[in-house]
Structure formats: C-alpha cells, structure tokens
C-alpha cells in the first residue's frame, strides 16, 4: 500500500548486500506498524542488491541508487535528505540485520509518549563466531542510560552502548541542530560519533527489549571485520574528541577511553602479540586486565585442547 504521508522514514544503506538483504527487507516490511516508507541507498555496488528490493514491488520502498560509492556517512546523509516531508521519525536500520516486528510500534511509542526524547534504541542480540549475546549490558541489566554530559562522557569512554542499527531519531531534532553522519572516518565509528554529538542537544531512551539480530559471522561481508582498520579509527576518534571538546573531556578521560579501547583492541592480536600487547599496557596502565587476560586466553586454549 502506497504511504503519501509515511509518519516514519526507514533508511536502510546498502553496500555488496545481496546475501541478506532480502531476510532484512522481510522484517522491515512485516513490522506490526506500517505507517512507513524504506529508503534503500545503493551505494555503488554491482551485485544483486537492486534487483533483490525491486523484486518486492512494494510501494513502500524506495530506492536510491550512487553511482559511485559514497561511504557510510555521506550516503546515510543523503537518505536523511531524501525522507518525505511528512515523516516525523528516522528509523535506521542495517543490510544484514532482523529486526522484531514490533520494533517500529514499540520504538514510536516512546517517542509519542516522551517529547523530551530525540532518540531510542534497544537491545541487540549479537550473533558471531563466538557464540550469541545480547548488548548493551546497561540495558540488559534493567537499567537506563544516564543524559546530557553525562551520557556523552559514559559513551566516549565506554564506547558505543546504543544499538546503532535499531536507533529511531525525531526528526526535527536531527535538522535543528544539523547533526550530519561524518564522513571523517572510513565508515567505521560513524555511529559512534553521532550519537556523541546527539547525546548533548537531546535525550536518549533504551527500550530494555530485544529488537534486532545482527549477524556478525566471519562470513560476513561488513566492512566492521576489519578489525585493524576499525581499532585505528577508534584511537583517532578518541583523540579527535579530546581535541574538539576540551571542556568535557579530561587528560584523565582520554586516558581512560583509550585504556577502555586497549581491552577490546587486545584481543584481536595475535598469540605473541598478546603477550607483549599485555605487557606493555600493564606497565602503562597499572591495570591487572592486562595480565590476567593471556592467562584466562592460555586456559581457555588448554580447555579446549
């Protein structure tokens, strides 16, 4: 059914989607609420990606197709540009993602009933190689987000903890204070720095439900497995914010944030590298992580065994 006046905007980035794309439309376009329309960004890829949304024919799609590869940021930025003018809310959403399909009625809700929030999200089960689990632990853990400064700081020093692929934005927020998806960063910490910047002009809400899969398999195509790349990128950004905010972040926080990074970069070395990674941030943070982790990484491997 055609929407003249959708009330929300999906808008779904597409690059080299073609294995998951139709599984992720099938969730969009079964959702219990259906006041909505889906703009999908093809973001100069080759594959099969258009076919697989035009085989739909639901006039609740739309498709807009670069040439040439824009990137994460700029693509998202111009799907924003492109919702109707009807639309009162953004919802974003990602090529390899299932979402609930009581996402969009649950997530309207909250921003229905609370105006003083500009943005919502939820849990995520987060499925890869390693096994299943569901994050953020904030919310998993019966609690809420804290706000304003707060927020900024608990988020540049904790990284991401708002499910990035099932966020919904009031609109009106997102113009009025021109907040734009960066291009500064090669797609990766794209979200990271939006919500950052979102977090001090509005609030944040986390539905304590789960409202997405994401399939993080080593199979997956996503530019986020590569690790080295998306661990750089995390450091510049840290430093970039330092830089621009030096009234909310601290030398203190900075070291903290990056510390925070160091444990979750640790992880993705090698055997040696751990070992001389965990060494040399022991000595610099005086933080006993760093020596337990390639203990607890050498007893999982005999366990194994």
């Not at 890869?128 to 904030?138: A, M, V």
């Not at 919310?139 to 608990?154: A, I, T």
Request: net charge neutral; charged share 25%; glycine share 4%.
């Amino acid at each position: 059914m055609i929407q003249s006046s959708p009330f929300v905007t999906i808008v779904l980035p597409v690059y080299n989607g073609e294995n998951t794309l139709s599984e992720t439309l099938n969730s969009l376009l079964h959702q219990s609420y259906s006041n909505f329309e889906i703009l999908i960004g093809i973001d100069g890829t080759k594959d099969r990606s258009k076919d697989i949304a035009e085989s739909f024919n639901d006039d609740r799609i739309r498709i807009i197709e670069n040439e040439i590869n824009l990137g994460l940021g700029p693509n998202l930025n111009k799907l924003i540009s492109n919702a109707s003018r009807h639309s009162k809310y953004i919802a974003m959403a990602e090529q390899d993602d299932i979402y609930t399909n009581t996402r969009i009625e649950k997530q309207v809700a909250v921003m229905e009933q609370n105006t003083e929030v500009g943005l919502v999200s939820g849990i995520a089960e987060f499925v890869s190689d390693s096994g299943t689990l569901l994050f953020p632990d904030i919310l998993v853990h019966g609690n809420q987000f804290p706000q304003g400064v707060d927020l900024f700081k608990y988020l540049y020093k904790n990284q991401l903890k708002v499910v990035n692929t099932c966020m919904m934005l009031r609109k009106q927020v997102h113009l009025d204070n021109a907040l734009v998806f960066t291009d500064r960063y090669p797609n990766m910490n794209v979200d990271w720095d939006y919500v950052l910047r979102f977090s001090l002009v509005s609030n944040v809400y986390g539905i304590p439900e789960k409202l997405v899969t994401m399939n993080r398999k080593g199979s997956n195509t996503s530019v986020t497995t590569n690790k080295k790349m998306q661990h750089e990128t995390s450091r510049r950004l840290l430093l970039d914010f330092k830089k621009e905010f030096p009234d909310l972040i601290t030398a203190s926080d900075y070291k903290d944030a990056l510390k925070f990074h160091r444990k979750i970069e640790l992880g993705h070395h090698g055997k040696l590298g751990i070992l001389l990674y965990s060494i040399s941030y022991f000595l610099l943070y005086f933080d006993a992580y760093f020596l337990k982790y390639p203990l607890m990484r050498i007893k999982k491997y005999f366990n194994k065994s």
